[in-house]
């Protein structure tokens, strides 16, 4: 394949003997990371002090989700990074329901654990129903409140139609919020042109921000207003330096912003984003198609391996392998250099970045798999 992102890899600190498809779950550190971090310290903590804040920091939030907001769909001004996924999803599950008159939160039912768990919590706090079911069969209701969707599915890779999704969720008249830690960054996402609701995601994965890196949260302009989040922290006032006894939310986005940024953190992601600049996300998206075709096409014949990735369009960029022995193996692969994860309780992923990730991973992995079966 003629590949327009080749010249991309050169930007990250990756060694060349490890194969890295993990990038799903912890993405690979941008070269730019560490020296910018170095300034950070040095220069803008170190020399400047606490007139950094007045300096960018204090915006940065609202700064950085504009990039993101850049690879999402969503126009500058409803996007802002803050916090992790879990409390994000907290903030945007009772903003959702708040007020209702509705019984019942949806979540899909294979979701990963921590939505599970916040929408089970937003469940009890609110006295509403939880129903977990399968995304196909959504089975939404004029009752439905608020419908938690993962765009793509952590355990098998499996993309849901977000455009479709939406769609059913507006049609009985209920909100729908998505999770985008497995897709934002590697694939075109359109949040305001299908009239989403709310997202949120994380930044470490295929966004590299690094390890606990904050996550986002989209609100679009025509929700902030009613947006009414429980975690009403000094920092989400419309005048935070005022120090008022009263809390009066922002106007605008910055509604979601809780306590203090992490400012390393968010230092590092937004330097980490800097790679996205010149790299079109249809180029991207065809990329971790073809790798993850590639990928599959050499394993999906191997003794007692069964793919659940979805072989249509219908996947994001990772494979996955169900083998009895998936623990085990995924151990032996990381003594060899390959590197993925195990996801219990036979699941092998592979995860390929198409920044960073090349053919030559794809094959490297596949004869390492080949020869420990
Ligand atoms: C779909 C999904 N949601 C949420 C999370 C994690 O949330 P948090 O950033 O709070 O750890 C992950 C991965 O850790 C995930 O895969
Ligand atoms: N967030 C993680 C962490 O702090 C440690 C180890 C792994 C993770 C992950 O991101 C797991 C990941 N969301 C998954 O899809 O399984």
């Not at 300096?55 to 500058?76: C, F, H, T, Y």
């Not at 992790?84 to 008159?101: E, G, I, P, Q």
């Not at 209701?141 to 479709?164: C, I, S």
């Not at 302009?221 to 989040?229: C, L, S």
Request: proline fraction near 7%; aromatic fraction near 6%; charge should be negative.
């Amino acid at each position: 394949m003629n590949d327009p992102l080749a010249h991309i890899r050169d930007l990250f600190d990756l060694d060349d003997d490890v194969v890295y498809l993990d990038g799903n779950s912890l993405g690979a550190p941008p070269k730019a990371v560490a020296d910018r971090v170095q300034d950070v310290v040095r220069h803008q903590w170190g020399r400047r002090l606490i007139r950094s804040w007045s300096e960018g920091w204090w915006e940065a939030p609202e700064r950085v989700g504009n990039r993101i907001g850049r690879l999402i769909g969503a126009k500058p001004g409803q996007v802002v990074v803050a916090d992790s996924t879990s409390v994000n999803l907290f903030k945007a599950l009772m903003a959702a329901v708040r007020n209702t008159d509705r019984m019942e939160i949806v979540v899909d039912a294979g979701t990963f654990p921590t939505d599970g768990y916040i929408a089970r919590s937003v469940a009890e706090l609110t006295g509403l129903a939880l129903r977990p079911a399968p995304p196909e069969e959504l089975d939404l209701r004029d009752t439905t409140a608020v419908v938690l969707l993962n765009h793509v599915d952590y355990r098998t890779g499996r993309l849901l139609d977000m455009a479709e999704l939406t769609a059913q969720a507006h049609a009985v008249g209920a909100k729908v919020v998505w999770d985008l830690c497995h897709s934002a960054g590697v694939l075109p996402i359109e949040l305001d042109a299908l009239d989403v609701d709310l997202a949120v995601g994380c930044t470490y994965k295929f966004l590299n921000g690094g390890p606990g890196s904050p996550a986002f949260i989209y609100v679009p302009k025509h929700a902030q207003p009613t947006f009414d989040q429980p975690l009403t922290g000094w920092t989400g006032h419309e005048v935070p330096f005022a120090m008022s006894s009263e809390y009066t939310p922002d106007p605008g986005v910055s509604r979601a912003r809780v306590g203090t940024p992490d400012i390393l953190s968010m230092l590092a992601l937004d330097a980490a984003l800097d790679v996205w600049d010149h790299v079109d996300l249809a180029d991207v998206r065809a990329k971790g198609l073809a790798l993850t075709a590639h990928f599959r096409s050499l394993v999906e014949d191997l003794p007692g391996i069964e793919v659940l990735t979805p072989s249509d369009e219908w996947r994001g960029h990772q494979v996955s392998l169900r083998h009895p022995d998936a623990e085990r193996l995924m151990a032996e692969l990381i003594d060899r250099q390959v590197i993925g994860d195990h996801r219990p309780p036979d699941v092998l992923r592979f995860g390929f970045a198409p920044l960073y990730n090349t053919f030559d991973d794809a094959d490297r992995a596949a004869t390492t798999l080949k020869q420990l079966l």
